[in-house]
Nanobody, 115 residues
Framework: QVQLVESGGGLVQPGGSLRLSCAAS????????MGWYRQPPGKQRELVAY????????NYADSVKGRFTISRDNAKNTVLLQMDSLKPEDTAVYYC????????WGQGTQVTVSS
């Protein structure tokens, strides 16, 4: 069964941190590059963090570079996103998926950065 389940979102003040987790089915995850995407209110979904299949290479959108860290646990089919120094413009629904994407997206996890 193709499945992506994101968790860890919430309400945080500017400057705060959150750690997102994504549990993926093996058919999506195994050996494939993975990414974290986000969709701010009223905007299109965008890729913000990329990690290679073995985990040795990562890349980030300029808007999150230096603040977000993506990692993966290949034994647990899990992708993590550590988000630090959060800003109000990071408010969005966050999703994970393979690269290229599987057509089956998860429900996402809401991140709201507000004082």
């Amino acid at each position: 069964q193709v499945q992506l389940v994101e968790s860890g979102g919430g309400l945080v003040q500017p400057g705060g941190s959150l750690r997102l987790s994504c549990a993926a089915s093996e058919s999506i995850f195994r050996g494939k590059p993975m990414g974290w995407y986000r969709q701010p209110p009223g905007k299109q979904r965008e890729l913000v963090a990329y990690i290679s299949g073995a985990g040795g290479y990562t890349n980030y959108a300029d808007s999150v570079k230096g603040r977000f860290t993506i990692s993966r646990d290949n034994a647990k089919n899990t992708v993590l996103l550590q988000m630090d120094s959060l800003k109000p413009e990071d408010t969005a629904v966050y999703y994970c998926n393979a690269i290229p994407t599987s057509p089956s997206w998860g429900q996402g996890t809401q991140v709201t950065v507000s004082s």
